[in-house]
């Protein structure tokens, strides 16, 4: 059975690391990261865990891993409570070292952000039910497949969409691949519809893709934008992303 990673952050905007270290804690954030590293070394796809054996038998453990903990969709329009378990279950299993690291560095760069603004209860159900929503969102466009789901990006995506829309304003340093990585510094309003937009495109050439559903990370940023605006229209988004950015030009910003 063929597997789904939900992320090609590569190509999107870059590497992005974030230098500054917030003055409020992020315990959902950091949280999350940590179970997905170890979910990740405990199981079969780390190649680390020795139960699992090597070789032959190893891929079968991954198959048999990512079938049983990611999302199939033609399994989860049938209503099966088991089936419906895995939308959660699929956001803490990757594929790949670089579909982990890829995950976890974008949910270090902007979850934090997020996760002050939002508050830490709030920000957890936001992060699991928009990634749940992006996974169902995939899964009803492509209900006769087979494939496997796995990965965060969804829920990630929808992160990075709730920060747009709550910090337009934060700079942030990214290394363009066409542009020999060269380092540069742009608003969070000009990259991330950059990603959206070669979401989109690639979204757009359907099974051409590196097997990446591209469309769970479209449904995840639209899901968080527009949470975002109906939670905080008129709630002094200005004022409080004036003053994260001015913190974050003290403290060197988001790098």
């Given at each position: 059975?063929?597997?789904?990673?939900?992320?090609?952050?590569?190509?999107?905007?870059?590497?992005?690391?974030?230098s500054?270290?917030?003055?409020?804690?992020?315990?959902?954030?950091?949280?999350?990261?940590?179970?997905?590293?170890?979910?990740?070394?405990?199981?079969?796809?780390?190649?680390f865990?020795?139960?699992?054996?090597?070789?032959?038998?190893?891929?079968?453990?991954?198959s048999?891993?990512f079938?049983?903990w990611?999302?199939?969709p033609?399994?989860?329009?049938?209503?099966s409570?088991?089936?419906?378990?895995?939308?959660?279950?699929?956001?803490?299993?990757?594929?790949s070292?670089?579909?982990?690291?890829?995950?976890?560095?974008f949910?270090?760069?902007?979850?934090?952000m997020?996760?002050?603004?939002?508050?830490?209860?709030?920000?957890?159900?936001?992060?699991?039910?928009?990634?749940?929503?992006?996974?169902?969102?995939?899964?009803i466009?492509?209900?006769?497949?087979?494939?496997?789901?796995?990965g965060a990006?969804?829920?990630?995506s929808?992160?990075?969409?709730?920060?747009?829309?709550?910090f337009p304003?934060?700079?942030?340093?990214?290394?363009f691949?066409?542009?020999?990585?060269?380092?540069?510094?742009?608003?969070?309003?000009?990259?991330?519809p950059?990603?959206?937009?070669?979401?989109?495109?690639?979204?757009?050439?359907?099974?051409q893709?590196?097997?990446?559903?591209?469309?769970?990370?479209?449904?995840?940023?639209?899901?968080?934008?527009?949470?975002?605006?109906?939670?905080?229209?008129?709630?002094?988004?200005?004022?409080r992303?004036?003053s994260?950015q001015?913190?974050?030009?003290?403290?060197?910003?988001l790098?």
């Amino acid at each position: 059975m063929i597997w789904h990673m939900i992320d090609n952050w590569g190509t999107a905007a870059g590497r992005t690391v974030r230098s500054a270290v917030r003055n409020q804690p992020a315990p959902v954030t950091y949280g999350l990261i940590v179970l997905c590293c170890v979910a990740f070394l405990l199981s079969p796809a780390s190649g680390f865990n020795p139960v699992y054996g090597t070789g032959d038998r190893l891929l079968a453990a991954q198959s048999d891993y990512f079938a049983r903990w990611g999302v199939i969709p033609s399994q989860l329009l049938t209503g099966s409570p088991r089936a419906a378990l895995t939308t959660v279950t699929a956001l803490f299993v990757h594929g790949s070292w670089l579909h982990l690291l890829g995950n976890m560095l974008f949910l270090y760069v902007f979850g934090a952000m997020v996760e002050e603004r939002m508050g830490h209860l709030q920000f957890a159900l936001f992060y699991l039910l928009s990634g749940c929503v992006a996974l169902l969102g995939y899964a009803i466009a492509h209900a006769g497949s087979e494939q496997t789901l796995v990965g965060a990006s969804g829920a990630i995506s929808a992160v990075l969409g709730a920060f747009l829309y709550l910090f337009p304003g934060a700079r942030v340093t990214s290394l363009f691949p066409f542009l020999f990585f060269l380092p540069l510094r742009f608003p969070a309003w000009v990259v991330l519809p950059f990603w959206v937009a070669l979401q989109w495109a690639a979204a757009g050439q359907g099974s051409q893709g590196p097997g990446v559903a591209y469309l769970a990370h479209l449904v995840g940023f639209s899901v968080g934008f527009l949470y975002a605006w109906v939670r905080y229209r008129g709630k002094g988004r200005g004022a409080r992303s004036a003053s994260a950015q001015g913190r974050g030009r003290e403290t060197g910003g988001l790098e």
